[in-house]
């Protein structure tokens, strides 16, 4: 499911978990303990600035990594706790790191923040979600709007609302680089998981990504990208390109998103069959959407899906 871009990002990148790596002056990462399929070697969390500090996705809630970050963090003060989205990989040390360095949680939204309506519905009508998992006890103590900026000792940060890979998702811009968190990755493409995932709002805000001029991303997972207006127009075209593969097969039959899935993920582990389902429900809701794909007897994970002629 990765291609060769992103063998090579698997091959170069890794670090050691816990050990805080100098990525740039007054920019730092630390890797949780975490490794699996859906996290690659961990979730990357980020200290911003040197005597104030903003950290960036505190990760899962793990002791280790809790300690790890507190070593790295030292005399320095933390004036912020930024938090990207509330997958488990990335939100759920929040509170414990809040409550050690005594700073505010900050983040767009709770864990259905920003989801949008045919999801809400969708979730309303009994569609459960699947793949990285959803920290629904994460409550930001303060909320950052689209267009937000937060100063500080370690710089400005600019707030970008992302919504797609999960709808209270964040980007966060400073000067020419861009923490995407799982909006954007080199490893792989992002997953959009249905209900908390949107293709739909997934492509509005790569669009208004690729308008902000950026030299790096720093991603949620994997090395940072270094060629990101590259990367990104992959994505794009990527994504463009697995909807018109699923308009060509329902151009031959009328299918459900379990035949879609084998028909067009023929080359993958069993195993990763779940998460490539999610996937091509995330695009046939999407077409559905746009009129051009009917489900019977009505939208859901088990629909018959065809063209709309």
């Known amino acids: ?11 170069d990148f890794n670090p050691t978990a816990g050990a805080a790596e100098n990525l740039a002056d007054g920019l730092r990462r630390v890797l949780a303990p975490n490794p699996s399929p859906m996290t690659f070697r961990g979730t990357n969390t980020y200290l911003l600035g040197t005597s104030e500090l903003a950290v960036i996705d505190p990760g899962p809630d793990d002791p280790r990594h809790l300690a790890a970050l507190v070593a790295a963090i030292g005399g320095a003060r933390v004036s912020q706790i930024i938090v990207t989205h509330s997958h488990v990989d990335h939100s759920p040390l929040a509170a414990r790191l809040s409550r050690v360095v005594d ?13 949008s309506k045919v999801m809400t519905d969708l979730a309303l009508a009994g569609l459960v979600g699947g793949g990285e998992g959803i920290d629904h006890s994460f409550a930001p103590d303060l909320t950052l709007a689209d267009g937000a900026r937060l100063k500080g000792g370690f710089g400005e940060l600019g707030v970008l609302h992302t919504p797609g890979h999960l709808g209270n998702h964040i980007c966060l811009i400073w000067d020419d680089q861009v923490f995407t968190g799982d909006h954007v990755m080199g490893w792989a493409s992002s997953l959009v998981s249905p209900p908390d995932g949107d293709l739909g709002d997934f492509m509005t805000s790569c669009a208004r990504l690729r308008d902000v001029p950026a030299q790096r991303y ?3 997972h994997g090395a940072p990208i270094g060629a990101p207006r590259e990367r ?3 994505l794009i075209a990527h994504r463009e390109g697995r909807s018109a593969q699923i308009l060509r097969v329902l151009g031959d039959t009328a299918a459900t998103p379990d035949q879609l899935t084998a028909r067009i993920y023929d080359d993958i582990p069993s195993a990763l069959l779940p998460v490539a389902k999610r996937n091509v429900l995330a695009h046939l809701i999407d077409l559905a959407s746009k009129n051009m794909v009917s489900a019977t007897p009505h939208l859901s994970h088990d629909a ?3 063209l709309v002629t």
């Open 1 to 11: 499911m990765r291609g060769k871009h992103e063998a090579m990002q698997s091959s």
């Open 103 to 115: 700073a505010p949680i900050s983040a767009f939204g709770g864990a259905t923040a920003g989801r």
């Open 218 to 220: 720093h991603s949620g």
């Open 232 to 234: 990104l127009d992959w």
């Open 304 to 306: 018959v899906f065809a």
